[in-house]
């Protein structure tokens, strides 16, 4: 996870990294936004593709954390989703299951 939001914030180099935490239900939901990034309707599409290239051949270095995380996650019920398009960039969205209350 520290991994996932420094190699994010190595991006951030010409808009601010922001991270937001919400409850929705049962879930918490951590938002990280990037403002500095966008990607073309095909390149979100295989985001979680290890072989992933940005647009100008720029590769994202994130492409085998991206997948590995999301598969790590799902192991322990979470998930790890990007945000539909937004304007503003790109906006990974993590979301945990909350523990339930111990007798």
Same mark, same amino acid.
């Given at each position: 996870m520290l991994e996932?939001?420094?190699?994010?914030?190595?991006?951030?180099l010409t808009a601010p990294?922001?991270?937001n935490v919400r409850c929705a %239900?049962?879930?918490v939901v951590l938002a990280i936004r990037d403002g500095s990034?966008?990607?073309?309707?095909?390149?979100r599409a295989r985001v979680f593709d290890p072989r992933?290239?940005?647009a100008g051949g720029q590769t994202i270095r994130l492409d085998t954390?991206?997948? +590995?995380?999301?598969?790590?996650?799902?192991?322990t019920g979470a998930d790890l989703? +990007?945000? %539909?398009?937004?304007?503003?960039?790109?906006?990974? +969205?993590?979301?945990l299951p909350m523990c339930a209350d111990q007798p």
């Amino acid at each position: 996870m520290l991994e996932f939001l420094t190699s994010g914030a190595d991006f951030s180099l010409t808009a601010p990294l922001h991270v937001n935490v919400r409850c929705a %239900g049962t879930r918490v939901v951590l938002a990280i936004r990037d403002g500095s990034r966008s990607l073309t309707t095909e390149e979100r599409a295989r985001v979680f593709d290890p072989r992933l290239g940005a647009a100008g051949g720029q590769t994202i270095r994130l492409d085998t954390g991206l997948m +590995l995380a999301q598969r790590l996650l799902a192991t322990t019920g979470a998930d790890l989703s +990007l945000e %539909g398009p937004t304007v503003d960039g790109l906006c990974f +969205l993590i979301t945990l299951p909350m523990c339930a209350d111990q007798p």
